[in-house]
């Protein structure tokens, strides 16, 4: 923030889960330039560098400090200006040996480099922003992926911008807690299936994995 000290450690913000309640709202916040550690965060709980996380948008979060407030944007360091625009920048795919496709909407996944890839959560969820989606009964109806540059680690698992996620495997994607269960169910399973709906058309990819 313009004017301000520079608060150690940096904090990035890596992605959000916005919900109508805020209670079920989450976000990703990195340390080290969005290249250390990453956690997820609720409303109300102390980040790294001693301020509390008090709102979460889309493309930003609002902190705390001392009664001092601050907005961290979207893959914006906190304690630098804003950037001028550029053009989005083409992202370095995943290693070729993460995963291959073996016929339509199968594909063979190296689960040691994926686990390697969700360890460093910052580099699978960079340009990328997930929003829950609602029913018309006010239900959670799934997860949306908003993919702001292609050649992400997202293409490797040929997810879209604009995928509505309903069910990775045995988890029904209705609540941020499950989105967090994510990690450990891809530590065990032999092959997971993703249910999802793309321009209108529901779709279901299915991973092996060795």
């Known amino acids: ?53 008090v709102a979460i948008r889309s493309d930003r979060v609002v902190l705390d400090r001392d009664g001092e407030r601050q907005v961290l944007m979207l893959q914006e360091r906190k304690s630098a200006p804003r950037a001028p625009a550029e053009p989005p920048e083409q992202k ?12 339509p909407d199968r594909y ?7 686990l390697d890839l969700v360890e460093k959560s910052a580099d699978l969820l960079d340009d990328t922003r997930v929003s829950l989606a609602f029913a ?4 959670v109806s799934g997860l949306r992926l908003v993919i702001r540059n292609t050649n992400t680690a997202f293409d490797q698992f040929d997810l879209k911008d604009g995928d509505l996620i ?4 045995s988890l029904i ?15 065990n399973v032999r092959e997971l299936d993703v249910e999802m709906t793309r321009d209108g058309e529901m779709r279901t990819l299915r991973y092996f994995f060795d």
């Open 1 to 53: 923030m313009p004017g301000g000290n520079s608060l150690e450690p940096e904090l990035w913000l890596v992605g959000t889960v916005v919900a109508s309640h805020p209670n079920w709202s989450r976000a990703s916040l990195s340390t080290g330039s969005g290249r250390g550690s990453t956690r997820v965060y609720r409303i109300g709980e102390e980040l790294p560098d001693q301020s509390t996380l």
């Open 92 to 103: 370095t795919a995943p290693a070729s040996g993460l995963i291959k496709s073996t016929g």
């Open 108 to 114: 063979q996944v190296n689960r040691r480099e994926l």
């Open 136 to 139: 018309p009964d006010g239900g």
């Open 166 to 169: 309903h069910r990775i495997g």
């Open 173 to 187: 994607i209705d609540s941020p807690e499950k989105i967090e269960q994510v990690p450990d169910l891809l530590k």
